[in-house]
């Protein structure tokens, strides 16, 4: 079974100018989450699809990032304009349906850079 | 709000040293507890769970008991390899569904041979 995958893995962007993560869940996964890594932290949830249906983005800095879940698989995050606080690892996660929310799959993560 | 504390790294071990990585945990109600690894250069992966008080949680040699009196998941592995060398985080979930992981900061292990 093929796992989380998300491009690019890495990204050096210069503050204010903008990025965009895909991320393609699990095959049949319902539920996909955006994570925010902070270098030295855990992860911190931004955002929550069910199927294309946002369910939690309490924690999203709306003002610069946007998500969106077009049809219920693939997503994208994007961050615009960039900060210099923006730079971590944006994780991505699915899991086969909110009642499993807590057995996540992760991909790899999309090192940001912004200088 | 719901969360995690973890013991602060980075841990260093000889191989087959006996280790412990202590999580505590605030939250209301009666969460899952779990403990994910992430290997380097990998993604986050769940090594063990535990649903309510007093269930242990095991997979690769690793274990960890949730305690409620002391609101503990504390992670042990009797014998640790070099390939054990990664970061461990300890998470909490609701015991309601539909609500997000909580994270402790992480500890990094290394094992050396």
């Known amino acids: 079974e093929a796992g989380v995958a998300q491009s690019p893995r890495y990204k050096i962007i210069e503050k204010r100018q903008s990025v965009a993560f895909w991320c393609n869940p699990i095959s049949g996964h319902a539920t996909l989450y955006w994570y925010q890594q902070i270098l030295g932290q855990g992860p911190k949830l931004l955002i929550q699809?069910?199927?294309?249906?946002?369910?939690?983005d309490s924690q999203l800095p709306k003002d610069r990032f946007s998500a969106e879940r077009l049809k219920g698989v693939d997503s994208t995050l994007k961050i615009q304009p960039a900060k210099l606080e923006d730079s971590a690892v944006y994780l991505c996660?699915?899991?086969?349906?909110?009642?499993?929310?807590?057995?996540?799959?992760f991909g790899p993560g999309t090192r940001l850079t912004v200088t | 709000g719901n969360s995690v504390t973890q013991m602060e790294g980075p841990v260093t071990l000889s191989e087959e040293a006996f280790l412990t990585i202590n999580c505590t945990y605030t939250a209301t109600g009666y969460p899952s507890l779990f403990w994910y690894v992430q290997y380097p250069g990998e993604g986050l992966q769940l090594l063990l769970k535990a649903t309510k008080a007093d269930d242990k949680g095991s997979n690769k040699g690793f274990e960890a008991t949730y305690r409620k009196e002391t609101t503990s998941f504390h992670l042990e592995k009797g014998s640790v390899q070099v390939s054990d060398s990664a970061v461990y985080f300890c998470?909490?979930?609701?015991?309601?569904?539909?609500?997000?992981?909580?994270f402790g900061k992480g500890t990094r292990l290394s094992v050396i041979a």
């Open positions: 996660a699915s899991s086969l349906d909110w009642e499993t929310s807590y057995e996540q799959y």
């Open positions: 699809f069910q199927n294309n249906g946002v369910v939690d």
């Open positions: 998470a909490l979930s609701s015991s309601s569904g539909n609500t997000p992981l909580v």
